[in-house]
Every structure is written in C-alpha cells, then in structure tokens.
C-alpha cells in the first residue's frame, strides 16, 4: 500500500513540475516587459516632479554632430553614484 501511495505521489508531482515548466518562458518574457515598463515609468515620474522641466534634443541631420549643455543639470555630490 505505501509503494503504490509512493508511485502515485511521484507521478503527481512529476505531473506537477511537467505542468509548471511550461510556464517558464512566458513568465520570463512578462518579466522582461514589466520591468522595461517599471523604467520608462520612473522615468515619467522623474520627469513631472522635476523642479526644472527636462527639454526634448533636437535631432541633427545623418552626420552632423554637435554636443553643447545649456542649463545642464548633474547628480548631486551628497547622492551616491548609481550605475
């Protein structure tokens, strides 16, 4: 009796894991895209609670290139570097 209970056992949870191991790759891809949404959302956030609001660049044309800061802002010195 406890063999056949045993047998069972085994096969309701090989059952189980087969089960499960199909949801993997789903659950990895809806990972992936909550957190690109987990960002783009900080982002937004950071961006209306701004003191100062944040300007769009502008686009040159192919080739063209020119950096220039106006009114640039940088992390405080007091705020720990995050990369």
Excluded: H, N, W
Aim: proline share 7%; aromatic share 6%; glycine share 8%.
């Amino acid at each position: 009796m406890k063999s056949e209970y045993a047998d069972q056992q085994r096969g309701i949870a090989s059952e189980v894991v087969g089960i499960a191991s199909g949801y993997v790759e789903p659950l990895c891809l809806l990972s992936d895209v909550v957190a690109k949404l987990d960002v783009l959302t900080s982002f937004a956030q950071v961006c209306s609670d701004a003191p100062e609001p944040y300007v769009r660049p502008r686009l040159l044309a192919k080739g063209l290139l020119q950096l220039g800061y106006k009114m640039g802002r940088r992390t405080s010195p007091a705020m720990p570097s995050v990369l």
